[in-house]
Nanobody, 123 residues
Framework: QVQLVESGGGLVQAGGSLRLSCAVSGRSFSSYSMGWFRQDPEKEREFVATISWSVGATSYADSVKGRFTISRDNAKNTVYLQMNSLKPEETAVYYC????????????????WGQGTQVTVSS
């Protein structure tokens, strides 16, 4: 049974930091790319960042470049999203997902999803 379990969300003031974690289990994701997406209830889900599990290549949405960092720990089967200088408009549910496509930014190409973790940034 494939599981992606996010954690680390919470309430933070604008300008603050959070680190999200995504623990994966149930199969090998060594050939997958892992992505983070976010969704505000009033908006469509949007791409945040992706990382290739095998080579560690990364890609980011323009809005988070320089502030967010995606990484993975092979030994722990965990993907992280370090978020710095958070803004109130980044309040959303953050989802971890896995795709067989290399470095995909398209949520439709992600086949496994976690349940999401709420991030709330207060002004």
């Amino acid at each position: 049974q494939v599981q992606l379990v996010e954690s680390g969300g919470g309430l933070v003031q604008a300008g603050g930091s959070l680190r999200l974690s995504c623990a994966v289990s149930g199969r090998s994701f060594s050939s997958y790319s892992m992505g983070w997406f976010r969704q505000d209830p009033e908006k469509e889900r949007e791409f945040v960042a992706t990382i290739s599990w095998s080579v560690g290549a990364t890609s980011y949405a323009d809005s988070v470049k320089g502030r967010f960092t995606i990484s993975r720990d092979n030994a722990k089967n965990t993907v992280y999203l370090q978020m710095n200088s958070l803004k109130p408009e980044e309040t959303a549910v953050y989802y971890c997902a896995a795709s067989r496509r290399f470095m995909s930014v398209n949520q439709k190409e992600y086949v496994y999803w976690g349940q999401g973790t709420q991030v709330t940034v207060s002004s």
